[in-house]
């Protein structure tokens, strides 16, 4: 028999009502929020507890991870617990200050509680914990999540309404705005004619990817963990007319993008400059590439006569190029492709290849420059996690050795870019290696590069095609081989999202005057052609809002600059299919 010490039992109980659920909606209850889940919905069955459980799908390179942050007490030890069904199930947190923990289950066909538990830093006020299933193991379920520690001194109340809004320097594509600080308020958000678009942690923001003279209001909030306050009084401005459009206005309304095959031939056959018909707007030169990959020392050869045997000459492929842009064509040079990998890892590589890429720009009397980086000429370094201030030398070197051929060349300068959608729209899940660590750290990365230079940039041309399924912002997969696809992509670039799911951490939408869509000019140029009707279709939807598929659209833009095809060569080899859906389209 134990004598009881006195004032034991109350110290015991004192302990335990200190402890609380630090976890929100742990049991599904109200939907999702606030996890932030890549794949996920609610269920009413099976459930644990209560009337609903998580249930979520991993898919190719998805774990289909749903997480939440926190809040804890520095130097606190904490018990993470929940329920789950299914295989390879995992429950973990991250950003404890000390040792990440997680724990699993091989396989689960009934509920079973998975618990661990782990002690914050001296410094740690705030802790993701998550759930995650594994790649191709089918879904998973989670029910009735909890956090079991110390308090983490949650307020009670929201922030009260931010005063102050006002707005500073204003361009054609962007508006400074500041706000008096409020008590309590952990973050803000920021509105733009009724629509959040931004989430910071100070009390100031820029809103970019704006129209040039046009009219619009702004309003800001305040958060906390009890919620956001009510917005503020609003605030307009007017951005003035664009006094550098990146060459865009040199455009027609609605432009045709091609890539001529001028250094190979390839299947399709080589196609002289002078033989490319009028429609096509923009040529793109196929391809400068690098003499190796980290040398950024450019090069562009022209097909020789033992490949092309009807290769005109030199004189003659300029005095076409003349041609052409005496007609008001642009002719420019594409860097990279397939086969060209371009890393400008050190300053010395960066200058080699403004110094090489002017060479090639004056020697053929050329427009501009296309930036078609594939394969893993970008990538981000672990911890280059904010897009709109990149650090790894990748990134940061081409973003200054394009600002410096701009700054060369002048306004006329026409700059295009043709990345793949694993480097873009993917960024909407996954952005580098992530948070956690494990992803490809390719996931996203021309985001940075398009953002820093969204003010210099004439048209963004992702290739839908050769890709695997995106996630749009219906959250739901997409595939290519029909309109959604298309319309989905595109909807991405016009809309704006966040970027790895993170409302504060979004990438703003594009011009539409800037936006073509990629597609392949047949069957023989790559996966995921279209046939005419699906062009028509996807045109329909994004400039008129008639003629749409299941995907919900967030806009309707009449002036989407147009489309862009690999490749001229590919389009005569099927005879032109491509360039007279366009024409027949545009008129």
Not at 149 to 164: K, R, Y
Request: net charge negative; with cysteine.
């Amino acid at each position: 028999m134990a004598l009881a010490v006195p004032g034991s039992a109350a110290l015991s109980s004192a302990a335990r009502a200190a402890d609380a659920d630090a976890a929100l909606n742990g049991g599904f209850e109200s939907g999702l929020s606030p996890w932030t889940c890549t794949a996920g919905s609610t269920v009413t069955s099976p459930v644990h507890g209560g009337a609903s459980a998580l249930k979520a799908t991993p898919e190719g390179s998805d774990n289909a991870q749903c997480a939440q942050t926190v809040t804890v007490r520095p130097n606190s030890q904490y018990t993470l617990a929940g329920w789950v069904r299914g295989s390879y199930v995992y429950l973990g947190a991250s950003g404890t200050g000390t040792t990440d923990v997680s724990t699993w289950t091989q396989s689960a066909p009934d509920w079973q509680k998975l618990a661990t538990t782990f002690t914050t830093g001296a410094n740690t006020t705030k802790v993701t914990i998550y759930t995650h299933g594994w790649y191709g193991t089918g879904a998973y379920y989670a029910d009735d999540v909890s956090l079991t520690g110390p308090g983490g001194g949650t307020t009670t109340q929201p922030p009260t309404v931010p005063t102050g809004l006002r707005t500073g320097t204003v361009t054609a594509t962007s508006v400074a705005l500041s706000w008096t600080p409020v008590t309590g308020a952990t973050g803000y958000a920021v509105y733009r004619d009724g629509v959040k678009v931004q989430g910071v942690s100070g009390t100031s923001a820029t809103v970019s990817g704006l129209n040039p003279s046009t009219a619009y209001a702004f309003q800001v909030t305040a958060t906390n963990d009890a919620g956001e306050s009510a917005r503020s009084a609003t605030v307009t401005a007017t951005t003035p007319a664009r006094s550098d459009d990146g060459g865009s206005m040199e455009l027609p309304a609605h432009a045709l993008v091609g890539y001529l095959h001028a250094g190979f031939a390839n299947g399709s056959g080589y196609t002289r400059m002078a033989d490319v018909p009028d429609s096509w707007d923009v040529i793109d030169l196929a391809f400068g590439e690098p003499t190796s990959v980290t040398s950024g020392d450019i090069r562009f050869n022209r097909c020789p006569v033992s490949e092309c045997p009807n290769v005109e000459s030199d004189a003659d492929f300029k005095a076409a190029i003349k041609a052409k842009q005496a007609a008001g064509k642009k002719v420019l040079i594409s860097i990279g492709g397939q086969n060209g990998q371009v890393q400008l890892t050190t300053t010395a590589a960066r200058d080699a290849f403004v110094s090489s890429v002017s060479k090639i720009i004056d020697q053929y009397g050329l427009d501009g420059l296309d930036i078609d980086f594939e394969g893993h000429s970008l990538s981000l370094n672990t911890g280059d996690t904010d897009f709109r201030n990149p650090t790894t030398p990748v990134i940061v070197n081409l973003i200054s050795a394009l600002k410096t051929l701009k700054a060369k060349y002048g306004s006329t300068f026409v700059l295009t870019m043709a990345p793949e959608t694993f480097f873009v729209q993917n960024g909407y899940q996954f952005y580098g290696s992530g948070k956690w660590g494990g992803q490809d750290p390719r996931c996203g990365a021309y985001l940075p590069v398009i953002h820093a230079l969204r003010d210099d940039l004439t048209l963004l041309h992702v290739q839908d095609y050769n890709s695997g399924p995106i996630m749009g912002l219906d959250n739901q997969y997409h595939s290519m081989g029909g309109a959604d696809f298309h319309i989905a992509m595109t909807d991405m670039l016009l809309t704006g999202f966040p970027v790895a799911g993170d409302a504060n951490n979004v990438f703003p939408p594009l011009r539409p005057d800037q936006v073509a869509i990629g597609m392949p000019a047949s069957v023989n140029a790559g996966n995921g052609y279209v046939a005419p009707a699906e062009v028509t279709k996807t045109l329909d939807c994004l400039t008129k809002k008639t003629n749409c598929g299941s995907y919900p659209t967030h806009g309707t833009w009449p002036a989407l600059r147009g489309l862009m095809t690999w490749s001229v060569n590919w389009d005569r080899f099927a005879g032109w299919e491509f360039q007279r859906t366009f024409d027949s389209y545009f008129g």
